[in-house]
């Protein structure tokens, strides 16, 4: 009878949960004259984030190395319907630019509502090639530059109780081929965001924290680098970028896009990984890998 019990009061929790998120539902309002930062959105999900926010009628500050491609970016924004928009060219290898993307922001909005963390640095899709050098640069990129930005814009995100927004990916929640050093930053991110993520419950520092887990979508960096040896097609990246300023803006822990491509396998790591390690494995043509490099 206990048990019974227990079941069903957490079936019950469950209902209510349910109930509670479906009950929240977006509206596009919610980003309207928000001051965001996007932070690769030269090109790729960053920029169709940048798009959509422009649409929303928010405040933007965009980042990422190429000037010439972030000034179109900002334009576009701008004739979207953005309240503003600017950019701050620089590399995120280095911690110092990286606070001064958020100082820029403090000056330009004197604040902070969303701050969306996007970009990755360069890496090769191949088997480990033993170069440990090469993952702590990428360290520096894909995951130090998130916490030093984070460490910078929370006085500003406190204060307007605002959103960070972690874009990784299932790379970086499961174990996969082909990308021993980006799976590792990816990781990295999910411990540092979850880990934050419970402190601010303690505390009640009431700054939502999202980590996006991403499956295969269809930018130009991502086609071009995995097409031939992955077997499934990739999502739009119109609609993976709307997905992330949804679940940042409902401030939901985690975002799941594409859900089954990402869910699903999420579902089966704990229960039978073996079975999923087979599964994932068959997705991969791996011999297109060396026919490419010829
Ligand atoms: N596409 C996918 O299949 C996929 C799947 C799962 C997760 N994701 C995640 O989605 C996010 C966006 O990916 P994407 O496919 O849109 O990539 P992308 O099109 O290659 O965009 C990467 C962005 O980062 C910038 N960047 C590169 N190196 C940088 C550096 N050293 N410093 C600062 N910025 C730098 C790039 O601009 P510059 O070159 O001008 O600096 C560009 O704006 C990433 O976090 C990725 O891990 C993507
Ligand atoms: C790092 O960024 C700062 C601030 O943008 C800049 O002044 C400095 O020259 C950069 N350092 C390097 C090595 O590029
Ligand atoms: C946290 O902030 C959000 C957005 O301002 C607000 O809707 C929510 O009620 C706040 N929660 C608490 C516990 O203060």
């Not at 911690?95 to 701050?115: N, W, Y």
């Not at 530059?145 to 605002?162: D, F």
């Amino acid at each position: 009878m206990g048990l019974l019990k227990k079941a069903l009061i957490a079936l019950i929790g469950i209902l209510l949960a349910v109930y509670f998120y479906s009950g929240k539902e977006f509206k596009p309002e919610m980003l309207k004259g928000k001051r965001v930062i996007v932070t690769g959105a030269s090109s790729g999900i960053g920029e169709q984030m940048a798009y959509h926010l422009g649409k929303m009628g928010s405040h933007i500050l965009i980042t990422a190395r190429t000037e010439e491609k972030l000034k179109k970016v900002v334009e576009r924004c701008l004739k979207l319907g953005a309240a503003s928009a600017y950019y701050i060219p620089g590399s995120m290898d280095n911690m110092t630019f990286a606070r001064q993307v958020v100082h820029e922001a403090k000056s330009l909005f004197g604040g902070l509502d969303m701050l969306i963390l996007n970009h990755i640095g360069y890496s090769y899709f191949n088997f480990f090639d033993g170069d440990v050098d090469h993952i702590r640069k990428l360290l520096e990129i894909n995951f130090l530059s998130y916490a030093t930005m984070t460490v910078e814009a929370l006085p500003m995100l406190k204060e307007s109780e605002g959103n960070i927004v972690v874009v990784s990916s299932v790379a970086g929640k499961l174990g996969l081929p082909l990308t021993v050093p980006y799976s590792t930053t990816k990781f990295a991110l999910d411990g540092f965001f979850s880990s934050l993520r419970m402190e601010f419950y303690h505390q009640k520092v009431n700054v939502s924290v999202t980590l996006c887990v991403i499956s295969y979508i269809d930018t130009d960096t991502a086609v071009n680098t995995v097409a031939r040896v992955i077997n499934h097609l990739p999502a739009p990246k119109e609609e993976c970028a709307l997905e992330i300023i949804k679940g940042g803006a409902l401030r939901q822990r985690e975002v799941y896009y594409q859900y089954h491509a990402t869910k699903i396998p999420l579902l089966l790591r704990d229960w039978a990984p073996d079975f999923l390690d087979y599964l994932l494995l068959k997705n991969y043509n791996i011999e297109e890998l060396n026919k490419k490099s010829e």
